[in-house]
């Protein structure tokens, strides 16, 4: 019960349109302690979602009406940092790299575990509240780029880049440690708290995304380097040799 009452003021908006599932998933938070709204469709997520401000969105894919692609999109086009749980049973590995294109920040197959999808939604809490707590108003700065922690404004050269909360959390993480090596394990273990089959390809695509906003506003070309076999590594931009 105690966890319960430390938790209670954490929403999870639940947007799925197939009603065991989304008992199931109730259930499940319910037992963490977490309030739960559920929606049954996209447009009603969105409402609920700017009604309610959850502290987590586990999002469906296949909704009446309008998808979890458009819902997805929406949110973030409001500016919307809250957490994403893409949850689908759609298997390929596209729909998986558009949903993280997208700003999602997992992809969960359809039949899944409850109990290893609530594991989730505390990890990815757990690392929210974490970068909220490392904000501190402080900021970070390596050649032309900056970035404002409090206010999680990005800039290159004085032109602000709109990045996903987890290309945010993935570019802090790397400027902390510039000119190092990081091992790809560690990037899962600090960005994204956690590791599952398949994450090769999604690391990739966001590094890669991160990459290509980055470039674009920088005349001085590559800031994340591939290090094969072993990881990435940022470079300042103006430092190349």
Do not use: W
């Amino acid at each position: 019960m105690a966890l319960a009452e430390t938790q209670s003021d954490q929403v999870v908006l639940v947007v799925e349109d197939d009603p065991h599932t989304a008992e199931i998933l109730r259930l499940y938070l319910n037992r963490d302690g977490f309030e739960v709204v559920i929606a049954q469709d996209g447009k009603r997520g969105l409402e609920l979602a700017r009604e309610r401000k959850p502290s987590l969105v586990i999002l469906d894919l296949m909704l009446p009406g309008m998808d979890g692609f458009d819902v997805c999109r929406s949110l973030r086009a409001d500016a919307d940092d809250v957490p994403v749980i893409m949850l689908t049973a759609r298997v390929e590995e596209d729909d998986r790299l558009q949903g993280l294109d997208l700003g999602a920040d997992d992809y969960v197959t359809k039949p899944f575990s409850p109990r290893e999808l609530a594991a989730r939604v505390r990890a990815v809490l757990r690392r929210s509240g974490r970068d909220r707590a490392e904000g501190g108003g402080r900021k970070l700065t390596s050649g032309d780029i900056a970035i404002e922690l409090d206010s999680r404004d990005v800039s290159v050269r004085g032109r602000h880049v709109r990045l996903t909360p987890t290309e945010f959390r993935l570019l802090v993480f790397l400027m902390r440690s510039q000119g190092l090596v990081i091992s790809r394990e560690r990037i899962v273990e600090r960005v994204f708290g956690y590791d599952f089959d398949g994450f090769d390809r999604t690391l990739d695509t966001h590094v890669s995304n991160l990459r290509r906003k980055l470039e674009a506003n920088s005349p001085d070309g590559k800031v994340i380097e591939t290090v094969y076999g072993v990881g990435y590594r940022f470079i300042a931009p103006g430092s190349h040799a």
